[in-house]
């Protein structure tokens, strides 16, 4: 059974710093492209960010220079390392990996940042 578990998420200042982690399980995890997304309240589900299986990434111009994905295929595990964090990040952060037509998204974490 494919499974996408994110953890990580919180309450954090503006300016401040926190990483999401994503467990990925039943999968061949080196394989597979892996990416972080975003949904505001009443907005669209966004790409944040993505890692291709050779270690290639992505990002959304909204977090170019402040959030950094990576991955550790050891730890069948990709992060999104979040800094200089602004209000508008605000949302429910989700996994998403895949490979060729197979996909998965993973539950969601909540970042929210406020003072």
């Known amino acids: 059974q494919v499974q996408l578990v994110e953890t990580g998420g919180g309450l954090v200042q503006p300016g401040g710093s926190l990483r999401l982690s994503c467990v990925g399980s039943?999968?061949?995890?080196?394989?597979?492209?892996m990416g972080w997304y975003r949904q505001a309240p009443g907005k669209e589900r966004e790409l944040v960010a993505t890692i291709g299986s050779l270690g290639t990434t992505n990002y959304a111009d909204s977090v170019k220079e402040r959030f950094t994905i990576s991955r550790d295929n050891a730890k069948n595990t990709v992060y999104l390392q979040m800094n200089s964090l602004k209000p508008e990040d605000t949302a429910v952060y989700y996994c998403?990996?895949?490979?060729?037509?197979?996909?998965?998204w993973g539950q969601g974490t909540q970042v929210i940042v406020s003072s």
């Open positions: 998403n990996g895949g490979v060729g037509s197979i996909g998965a």
């Open positions: 039943g999968i061949r995890f080196d394989t597979w492209r």
